[in-house]
């Protein structure tokens, strides 16, 4: 596969990730009222901001936001880039499709951060400037019972349960990247791409059929 097809990939996560946060916007209620029940009552729509990371963690005011916004245009960058290089290395196919993944996920958030404090009008009260100061669109809630874990269980026994983090779908593309690469570690950083030599100087198509064939063989 041509290695811009990968970016492909990453813009379609961003096109659902940034369609799926205006319907929420535009449609729902913040909070608890406007809840949508997806799955019975342990999956649902809720509409929320995060000011932070990913699942609602959060850096210190009042520069914690510009940092972490600068910290994104880092990460998208070398990313970015490091998609371009796996390709020219052979890398397998689905390697290039998880790291497409995360791409699109952290630009997604990317997006949020830098204009919605703009276009939604959404950055938190006090702050020097709307402009990198936007709050994410979080909206997928897991929802599990009330209770206490087991007494038995180590560190956590007979403490309450903590509510999932309301996330999105930028999020969601970033877990399953990284899963995915976790889970096929062997596969994906193997003996054959580990020794693999980056695509020579030759016919590009040649050197596309090549590459193609593969990857292919790789996943």
């Known amino acids: 596969m041509k290695y811009w097809k990968y970016y492909l990939v990453a813009l379609l996560v961003i096109a659902i990730d ?16 406007g809840e949508v029940p997806v799955f019975g009552d342990w999956f649902k729509l809720h509409y ?5 990371m990913a699942f609602g963690f959060e850096l210190p005011p009042p520069y914690g936001k510009v940092v972490l916004t600068v910290f994104r245009i880092v990460a998208v960058t070398g ?15 689905g390697l290039l499709i998880c790291i497409a993944l995360i791409l ?11 204009f919605y404090g703009i276009i939604y009008d959404n950055a938190p009260f006090g702050v020097p400037t709307p402009w ?5 669109i979080d909206m997928l809630f897991v929802d599990f019972p009330d209770g206490f874990f087991p007494i038995s269980w180590p560190l956590v026994g007979g403490k309450v349960i903590p509510d999932f983090p309301i996330f999105n779908i930028a999020d969601s593309s970033i877990f399953i990247g990284v899963a995915l690469i976790l889970l096929n570690q062997t596969r994906f950083y193997g003996h ?4 693999a030599k980056p695509i020579a100087a030759e016919d590009p198509e040649a050197a596309q ?3 193609d064939a593969e990857a292919t063989a790789a996943s």
Do not use: C, F
Not at 79 to 93: D, T, V
Not at 106 to 111: C, D, E, K, M, T
Not at 132 to 136: A, D, I, K, R, S
């Open 18 to 33: 940034q369609l799926s946060k205006w319907a929420v916007h535009t449609y729902m209620q913040p909070g608890m009222p």
């Open 209 to 211: 059929a090549r590459h």
């Open 104 to 114: 699109g996920g952290a630009i997604g958030n990317l997006i949020d951060s830098i």
């Open 132 to 136: 990198l100061h936007g709050q994410v």
């Open 192 to 195: 054959q791409y580990q020794e």
């Open 48 to 52: 929320t901001l995060n000011p932070g």
């Open 79 to 93: 990313i970015s880039y490091y998609i371009y290089r796996l390709w020219k290395e052979r890398a397998p196919q």
